[in-house]
């Protein structure tokens, strides 16, 4: 009877650790869906926004738009010429929120 005692709490001890390990191991799975989703708040924006004058991939240069795969300007610098705009860009302060230029800038980033 004790022996069966102890291996239960042996078990329920396995349990667990198992569980634990479990809860550890799944951290980076969250933060990296975390990562894919603000990529994709970007995307999202960049279609709403700026598709219109640069085009799904950024190539399309229409209202005189520049290629953004060709362009050579920061995160930071893309950050301000999103916020003021620049000749027949629209400048979109107000628009769209801090977090919404710094995601759509980064997104602006990934294209190539
Ligand atoms: C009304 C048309 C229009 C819209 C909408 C627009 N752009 Fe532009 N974009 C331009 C024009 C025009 C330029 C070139 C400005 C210049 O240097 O004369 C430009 C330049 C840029 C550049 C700089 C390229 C370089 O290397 O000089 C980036 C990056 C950019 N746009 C990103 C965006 C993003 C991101 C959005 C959406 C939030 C957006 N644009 C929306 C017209 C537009």
Same mark, same amino acid.
């Not at 219109?52 to 950050?79: F, M, W, Y």
């Not at 801090?98 to 602006?108: F, L």
């Given at each position: 009877?004790?022996?069966?005692?102890?291996?239960?709490?042996?078990?329920?001890?396995?349990?667990?650790?198992?569980?634990?390990?479990?809860?550890?191991?799944?951290?980076?799975?969250?933060?990296?869906?975390?990562?894919?989703?603000?990529?994709?708040?970007?995307?999202?924006?960049?279609?709403?926004?700026?598709?219109?004058?640069?085009?799904?991939?950024?190539? /399309?240069g229409? $209202? !005189?738009?520049?290629?953004? *795969?060709?362009?050579?300007?920061t &995160?930071? %610098?893309?950050?301000? /010429?999103?916020? $003021? !705009?620049?000749?027949?860009? *629209?400048?979109?302060?107000?628009? &769209?929120? %801090?977090?919404?230029?710094?995601?759509?800038?980064?997104?602006?980033?990934?294209?190539?």
């Amino acid at each position: 009877m004790k022996l069966r005692i102890t291996v239960a709490f042996f078990l329920f001890g396995i349990f667990l650790i198992a569980c634990s390990e479990n809860k550890v191991r799944n951290q980076p799975d969250e933060a990296s869906l975390k990562t894919t989703s603000s990529i994709s708040v970007g995307e999202q924006i960049y279609d709403k926004y700026c598709k219109l004058c640069h085009g799904k991939d950024g190539k /399309l240069g229409l $209202n !005189g738009a520049k290629d953004i *795969t060709a362009s050579v300007l920061t &995160l930071e %610098e893309r950050i301000l /010429l999103i916020k $003021n !705009g620049k000749n027949t860009m *629209t400048p979109f302060e107000g628009i &769209l929120s %801090e977090e919404e230029i710094k995601a759509v800038a980064r997104y602006s980033m990934s294209l190539q």
